[in-house]
Nanobody, 123 residues
Framework: QVQLVESGGGLVQAGGSLRLSCTAS????????MGWFRQAPGKEREFVTT????????YYADSVKGRFTISRDNAKNTVYLEMNSLKPEDTAVYYC????????????????WGQGTQVTVSS
């Protein structure tokens, strides 16, 4: 069992930056590929990015490629999402999740989820 807790969301102006963190409980964090998803009001939850268990491989949605960076620190049981050049369309609740394999972009492939953190980008 893995419990995930996101933090770092907030309100930022367009063009600004935020760093989200997701801290996991449990000793097996380092064995899970991790991902970030987001869900805007009235929309389906969408894939943002994923990282493999070692942190050496990453994969991004086209909409965030070049602006967002995922990383992880297995010693701290934490995965990060660095978000730069934020746009109003990035406004959403951001969720971290743990998967059984890498890379996967479907929500159905992720077995553990956090509660989400709100990111709001003003224009």
């Amino acid at each position: 069992q893995v419990q995930l807790v996101e933090s770092g969301g907030g309100l930022v102006q367009a063009g600004g930056s935020l760093r989200l963190s997701c801290t996991a409980s449990g000793r097996t964090f380092s064995s899970y590929p991790m991902g970030w998803f987001r869900q805007a009001p009235g929309k389906e939850r969408e894939f943002v990015t994923t990282i493999n268990s070692s942190g050496r491989r990453t994969y991004y949605a086209d909409s965030v490629k070049g602006r967002f960076t995922i990383s992880r620190d297995n010693a701290k049981n934490t995965v990060y999402l660095e978000m730069n050049s934020l746009k109003p369309e990035d406004t959403a609740v951001y969720y971290c999740a743990a998967a059984d394999r890498f890379p996967v972009t479907s929500t159905l492939e992720y077995v553990y989820w956090g509660q989400g953190t709100q990111v709001t980008v003003s224009s």
